[in-house]
């Protein structure tokens, strides 16, 4: 063996050895008879790192150019449009490694980033981010999905862009139907470019103040209609929050059907959602917690960091699961886990990762946590003390030290 990592719990559990060769997990016991260098996790919670199924890395840390809000009117697309032209190859790629970077140092080993392609921005930012892929493959895996923002019926370079991100290899489709005038014709040429190219589906779906003209059924529709359960998943949802509890359920048991899976997007959300309001506003933030609960499977992510959409964040995952329940009242401890759940496997399940998790033949791809428990990491905002990637320690975060006089 090249490492053991001695008295792990993961998930929670029991504490165990976790042997590691060539970048591997090749055993997982108590008390691994080898001589091989060690790592003492002291009882502390372990997972298979962190999983961001939905993040902007291409548009993050620009709000310092983006001009102002007009009052309560977020105004984030024509605000991010408009500096689209700026966007350098080197000025994304400088951009989003600060962001990868914080990620990275808060525990996330596999990511899916969406890109934008319009011909405000061509694709400077797809190959800023695949070269980013490249260089960062020593601490995390990035899965590019590219997506048109600005509309696509509308914007036919849109379109040629897609396609030929696609036969470069992007593995993730994705859309943004609320911004097209046509928003069911988005929606049908992603199908039929998923279907062309073999590639997954992840869409921008049902952010809104109210629960009227909801894509959520012709999502689900086309899904069953082409056997793509387990290959589609949404993002956002706020209209899901504006619904009642048994039509919620009604909802989930669609989805669920389906095969979709949603992402929730709390920071964004909450920051967006309501802007017609000035007081008792809304949250507009789907309660993740109730969908997975009734068979949908979730994950909790972070989305935009530092642009018009949120222009707030620092990248931990931990600390967006905590926000999360905090808006959705979530208390118990198995909700509390569940949230873990939806940052770690249900992410993972998300994004079709066959080789995630603390188990023989997988990557060593390890965090340990400054927890004993996944629902103490989300109550608490505890964060990572050491991250393993393929074995090797790529991050180590000291706790801080009181000096009592």
């Known amino acids: 063996m090249d490492l053991v990592i001695r008295n792990a719990r993961i998930f929670g559990e029991a504490p165990v050895d976790i042997g590691i060769a060539g970048g591997r997990i090749v055993a997982i016991k108590p008390n691994l008879a080898t001589d091989a260098p060690a790592y003492n996790a002291a009882g502390h919670l372990a997972c298979a790192g962190l999983v961001e199924t939905h993040i902007h890395l291409d548009k993050t840390r620009i709000i310092d150019r983006c001009p102002p809000e007009d009052g309560r009117n977020a105004n984030a697309v024509p605000r991010v449009a408009a500096v689209k032209a700026t966007f350098t190859e080197a000025d994304v790629y400088q951009r989003a490694s600060v962001t990868l970077e914080n990620c990275i140092r808060h525990g996330t080993t596999r990511m899916r980033t969406h890109v934008e392609l319009d011909s405000g921005v061509e694709m400077r930012s797809y190959d800023a981010l695949d070269r980013l892929r490249r260089d960062y493959a020593w601490a995390i895996d990035i899965e590019l999905c590219v997506f048109p923002q600005e509309g696509l019926t509308n914007n036919p370079r849109s379109d040629e862009l897609l396609v030929m991100a ?3 290899g992007a593995r993730v489709i994705g859309a ?9 014709g988005q929606i049908h040429r992603i199908f039929a470019l998923a279907r062309e190219y ?12 109210s629960s009227a003209d909801m894509d959520i059924h012709l999502v689900c529709a086309l899904t069953k209609q082409y056997g793509l359960g387990g290959r589609v998943a949404v ?12 039509d919620l359920q009604a909802l989930a048991a669609e989805i669920a059907d389906a095969g979709v899976a949603v992402t929730v997007l709390p920071a964004t959300d909450l920051y967006m959602m309501g802007r017609d309001q000035d007081h008792s506003v809304r949250r507009g933030v789907a309660d993740a917690n109730a969908l997975v609960e009734n068979g949908v499977n979730c994950s909790i992510s972070s989305n935009n960091i530092l642009n018009p959409f949120t222009p707030l964040g620092d990248g931990n995952l931990i600390r967006i699961a905590n926000l999360q329940a905090n808006v959705c009242q979530i208390g118990e401890a198995h909700r509390l886990r569940d949230c873990f759940s939806m940052l770690t496997d249900r992410s993972a399940r998300l994004m079709n990762l066959s080789d995630y998790g603390i188990a023989v033949g997988n990557p060593a791809d390890i965090v340990i946590f400054d927890a004993a428990t996944p629902e103490e ?3 608490e905002v505890r964060g990572p003390l050491v991250v393993f990637r393929k074995g090797l320690r790529t991050v180590t975060r000291p706790r801080a030290e009181l000096h009592t006089p």
């Open 198 to 209: 073999d590639v997954d589906i992840d869409m921008h779906l049902d952010s809104g103040n």
């Open 235 to 246: 993002g956002h949802g706020c209209k899901y929050s504006t619904l009642p509890p048994r």
């Open 176 to 184: 943004a139907p609320n911004y097209d005038p046509d928003k069911a």
């Open 377 to 379: 990491a989300i109550a």
């Open 166 to 168: 696609l036969k470069r």
